[in-house]
């Protein structure tokens, strides 16, 4: 409306003047267009908050191209709404935007700008075609950054989601004191191994384990990288103290392993899990032995040991190996360690 | 966050100093600990290459980043001292039993994503190594 | 700095326990090894157990030295166990294609208290109870944050 009694039009100003002066009418406008269109998202944001954003938006742009003198987006002086819009497009990211609602946003604003320039510059078409380019080109470069910073965000979204997928595909479980089992289940490849080997690193230190099972039953193929990732696997748990026992190694793999001349000559296999299992509780120095015979050893031990007492309150000396290692046992001294292999399931104190 | 960090390689000292920056930096990259950890160590190997063989030089740290936005860690160890006369050897020997010499080079190139290596015999050498994120 | 004396070198019963908790230059390293040496000649241990579950790297330098040290001790009739590896140690140590010859890893204090008496017959001193001072360290090492 061009007009005496109009709002100050600015004669020498641009569009940083235009902003300055009818800021308040341009938000409202602003965020009356945002909020009426289809892409609004008013469960994601507040219509306070997203009058405080675009508020701060658009100061930082007028001060930004009065500050720099009217340069382009590149200038210094736009540093600070550069680091703005990243910081808008990641937490759009982080909430689950899409990108066209994360572009539009920024480019909705020419809307509501264009029409106020054109009353501004009303008479004047060489100043209004000049405005309208430059506040455009600020625009456009605007809507890029938050495009690229989006974009970025969410990659990195992605990626961290998949590295949570991957470690809790492959579960570390204590089988037994100091035992633990790690099942592998499905096709391996480079990263999941490595995300596998620092995971069960990780869980033996943390659960003092000193026997590892590596169950690959549920593996179907392997490559030269994934079984050079066992080895290292394997060696870096001996080196902390942990010995590793590979089970589950099917005919086809066995196979693959050979030709592919890889040497497994350091590592202990077993077929089956389970004799990975025993096994490790022999290591351990357990063994497994059934209830019965439990209870049959228990009464001839202390049948054995009656009739030792009546000996001896008799007089005569009993030197066999058996009562020998029974006496020591009852004392407490710590004995050798053949004898530690013939304790029960529960180990002693 | 520093882009580039320089550190000088003089004393024995100085080859913890350039491990411990390094290690920071690696932090600071966003690089996981087991990456730092592997980075700590190919600075100190690299570092101490430096302060032995050619008595003084230095290592450059720098954060870079690829054309996808994927976040990395460039060091560079640089000496004017004697030079490598047979690179190919030296990439060749590995940590033998005992008091093996040697440089540790295969080993730190396996630390490592990306490995170069410019010597020349009384100019001086040039080791850069990237790891990404 | 450089202070070689910083790391403690405790005595409990005949075993010398190495708690490493700062990174080490390579002189620090060096004046540990002449230390742990002259202590086992001093006191007449005959276990040596380092700790270096505090330690964020190990370099072929450091692996060399643990190597010498398991080395020289086993000449002075003392055995050695290192203890508490990191994981993210152990999987660069093996890229680096570092064996660390000579020298016997274990888990923790508890596993290596139990090596040096299992395997070695080094213990606490004759007559004292087995599940004694060594052990209650062992429990006090654990415990340590």
Redesign the interface.
Known sequence: MADESAPTKTKEGGVEELIATRRDEILNLWIQERSESDEFRDELISKKELRAQSRRLIEMLAGAIRDSTRAEFEDAAFNDLRAYLNELAHTRAVKGYTPSENATYILSLRNVIMPLLAEEFEGRADALVREMNYFTRLLDRMGLVMVDTFI?SR?EIIRQQRADMMELSTPVIKVWDKILTMPIIGTLDSRRAQVM??SL??K??ES???IAILDITGVRTMDTLVANHLI?TV????????RCILTGVSPAIAQTMVQLGIDLSQITTRAQMSDGIKLALEMSGRAVVSAKALSQIASAHSAAAQKAAALAAHGRVITSENQRRDEQGASG??ST?SA?RNSLLEPES | MPQSRLIALETEHDIAVARGEARTMAAQVGLRLVDQTRIATVASELARNVVKYAGRGRMIAHAVEDAGGRRGLRLVFEDTGPGIPDISAAMRDGFSTGRGLGKGLPGSKRLVDEFEIESEVGRGTRVTVVRWT | MADGSRIPILKVGRVLIVPIQVDMDDRMVIQLQERILSELERTGARGVLIDISLLEMVDSFIGRVLSDIAAMARIMDARTVVVGMQPAVAITLVELGLELRGVDTVLNVDEGIKLLRDEFGIGDAEGASPQGELSAFASEQINRP
């Open positions: 970025r990659e080997m620092e690193l990780q033996i230190v003092g384990s000193t290292k060696t870096a748990a001996r080196l902390m103290g942990a001294s710590s360690s530690r």
